[in-house]
């Protein structure tokens, strides 16, 4: 296992046979979005991916699309045949992991014991409107909207200036997605959303059921599209408890292929 390619960071490595959670962030997110998971995670061992454009990969170009986010991580995804896993995604994130999903089965690769999808309805729907585009201050605008702007950014504006750039091209990344049919997963699928996000419906949410044969099932939390900040603490915990069901119920844990 390579715990130092750039595509990937580890918070809590694995150990023995611990399964991984797989965690993809939101557009202009980072790898330490998800730093404080192995504090709530019991059952899990906690990894992120790190696109390039931030963090650690600051100068590099960031993506163009999300294919070849995938690519890049298929690359970097060398336990695949030996350890069980569960993959996290979050918005834009959330596309990332699906698509990865979908490129996995078609290799015959192993696959996720689960899929978690959070904030975003079923990838088959129409999207938002573009905002990839937007003049700086109706792009600050949607994001307030969504609670996407810390106070301290936005005291900033050298900071923001910065950030800006890298948020766009993950933006134009979500924006340039289009869904191509294909077979349903055979991994089961969690779609999670805030409660007062109304970048998401409940019925979006649940429109995720069909794109597996494994089975669905939507919880809500309470917040807006960045439920997942405040609510950390409970995301992963309830996280931990759906994935021991799924061992409990299955007996093994169900690997999608």
């Known amino acids: ?31 330490s979005f998800f730093q404080n998971w192995p504090g709530h995670a019991r059952e899990l061992a906690v990894c992120a991916a790190q696109l390039p454009g931030r963090e650690n990969r600051f100068l590099e170009r960031p993506a163009t699309s999300i294919d070849e986010v995938v690519g890049g991580l298929l690359g970097s995804m060398t336990w695949l045949g030996h350890r069980d896993y569960v993959v996290f995604g979050h918005s834009l994130g959330a596309l990332v992991a699906f698509e990865l999903a979908r490129r996995l089965a078609a290799a015959g690769a192993p696959g996720p014991a689960a899929l978690y999808v959070s904030g975003i309805n079923a990838p088959h729907l129409p999207l938002p409107p573009p905002v990839f585009d937007l003049t700086p201050v109706d792009l600050i605008e949607y994001l307030l ?19 800006l750039p890298t948020l766009r091209a993950d933006l134009q990344l979500f924006d340039g997605y289009r869904y191509q049919e294909q077979a349903p997963l055979s991994c089961p699928i969690r779609g999670l959303h805030g409660t007062s996000d109304h970048s998401v419906s409940a019925e979006g949410v649940h429109a995720w059921a069909r794109h597996t044969t494994a089975g669905f099932a939507a919880h809500a939390f309470p917040g807006d599209h960045f439920f997942l900040v405040p609510q950390a603490e409970q995301v992963i915990s309830w996280l931990d408890q759906d994935f021991s069901a799924l061992r409990r119920d299955e007996g093994v844990i169900p690997r999608g292929h």
């Open 1 to 31: 296992m390579r715990l130092a390619d750039p595509w990937l960071r580890w918070f809590s490595p694995p150990s023995g046979t611990t399964p991984v959670v797989l965690c993809l962030a939101h557009a202009g997110g980072s790898a």
């Open 145 to 163: 909207s969504l609670g996407g702007l810390d106070q301290e950014v936005l005291d900033n504006p050298a900071l923001l200036d910065l950030l």
